[in-house]
């Protein structure tokens, strides 16, 4: 299985200010073939289920605000939201979907500093 | 629009099953798999499998490999999963997702607490 670990558990951030969270894979999630990694991000509110924001590690689901991007490659991963606003504080979950079982990573609070 | 509703929540003791089923809707069922995905309380999420609603083939996480059974009813555009042998670390909210090459749709969330 394909063991995906996020850094940090979690991150306390100002209003206004970067947020980074990143992802390792255990092995490589670059599909060859198209040239495109099978990795997405995920973000989560208490009491909802998880909220698609990026796939394909760089392309934003429709609707999501562009202060949301992803990037990296082959096994490391990065999630940035430029100006944290007050709707993203939750949680976020990277997931790898180049084989099953598509896990998931451990999750990565972020909260109001 | 694209649209999964989930059954209502469950009880069950120890050792019984549970069957949770997602409806679909706005879209063709058969052309997407459904995922499976659980989160207990204040946990992360954890991926039990998937399901082709158009072959009915499945593929279920090691973890649940022998307890867990995904089938569809196609003319109701229905999926449904069961998990037998129920323990109380079973306690979760599961989730169904349309898959692709992500989880873009998910279903509302079902809560199965599993107690004596």
């Known amino acids: 299985d394909i063991v995906m670990t996020q850094s940090p558990d979690s991150l306390a951030v100002s209003l206004g200010e970067r947020a980074t969270i990143n992802c390792k894979s255990s092995?490589?999630?670059?599909?060859?073939?198209?040239?495109?990694?099978?990795l997405a991000w995920y973000q989560q509110k208490p009491g909802q289920p998880p909220k698609l924001l990026i796939y394909?590690?760089?392309t934003r689901e429709s609707g999501v605000p562009d202060r949301f991007s992803g990037s990296g490659s082959g096994t490391d991963f990065t999630l940035t939201i430029s100006s944290l606003q007050p709707e993203d504080f939750a949680t976020y979950y990277c997931?790898?979907?180049?084989?099953?079982?598509?896990?998931f990573g451990q999750g990565t609070k972020v909260e109001i500093k | 629009q694209v649209q999964l509703v989930q059954s209502g929540a469950e009880v069950k003791k120890p050792g019984a099953s549970v069957k949770v089923s997602c409806k679909a809707s706005?879209?063709?069922?058969?052309?997407?798999?459904i995922n499976w995905v659980r989160q207990a309380t204040g946990q992360g999420l954890e991926w039990m499998g998937w399901?082709?609603?158009?072959?009915?083939?499945?593929g279920y996480a090691q973890k649940f490999q022998g307890r867990v059974t995904m089938t569809r009813n196609t003319s109701i555009s229905t999926a449904y999963m069961e998990l037998s042998s129920l323990r109380s670390e079973d306690t979760a909210v599961y989730y169904c997702?349309?898959?692709?090459?992500?989880?873009?749709?998910w279903g509302q969330g079902t809560l199965v607490t599993v107690s004596s």
């Open positions: 997931q790898q979907s180049y084989s099953t079982p598509r896990t």
């Open positions: 399901m082709n609603p158009n072959s009915g083939n499945t």
């Open positions: 092995q490589s999630v670059l599909y060859s073939s198209n040239n495109k990694n099978y």
């Open positions: 997702a349309r898959a692709s090459v992500n989880l873009g749709y």
């Open positions: 394909w590690a760089s």
């Open positions: 706005g879209y063709t069922f058969t052309s997407y798999d």
